[in-house]
Nanobody, 124 residues
């Protein structure tokens, strides 16, 4: 079992950057595939990016390709989401998720561990 805690959200102007972090408890983080999802008011939760346990496989939502980068540090039990060139439409609650498995998974239903979420607001 793993517990996930996100940090790094906040208010940023359009064009700015933020880095989200997700710290995982436990000693088996390296066995978990990880993902970042987001949910805006009135919208469904959707994938932002996902990374396999060895970081060999990485997937992004089309809307963030070229602007966001997911990475992980298994020695620090942490997964990151670097967000650049932020737009107002990136405003959402961002969630970290994890599941035991070898791949990178696009569907939220594939994940069974979730953080509490961190708010990202992009506004001038």
């Amino acid at each position: 079992q793993v517990q996930l805690v996100e940090s790094g959200g906040g208010l940023v102007q359009p064009g700015g950057s933020l880095r989200l972090s997700c710290a995982a408890s436990g000693q088996t983080f390296s066995r978990y595939a990880m993902g970042w999802f987001r949910q805006a008011p009135g919208k469904e939760r959707g994938l932002v990016a996902a990374i396999s346990r060895s970081a060999v496989s990485i997937i992004y939502a089309d809307s963030v390709k070229g602007r966001f980068t997911i990475s992980r540090d298994n020695a620090k039990n942490t997964v990151y989401l670097q967000m650049n060139s932020l737009k107002p439409e990136d405003t959402a609650v961002y969630y970290c998720a994890g599941v035991l498995g070898p791949g990178a998974y696009r569907e939220s239903g594939a994940y069974n561990y979730w953080g509490q979420g961190t708010q990202v607001t992009v506004s001038s």
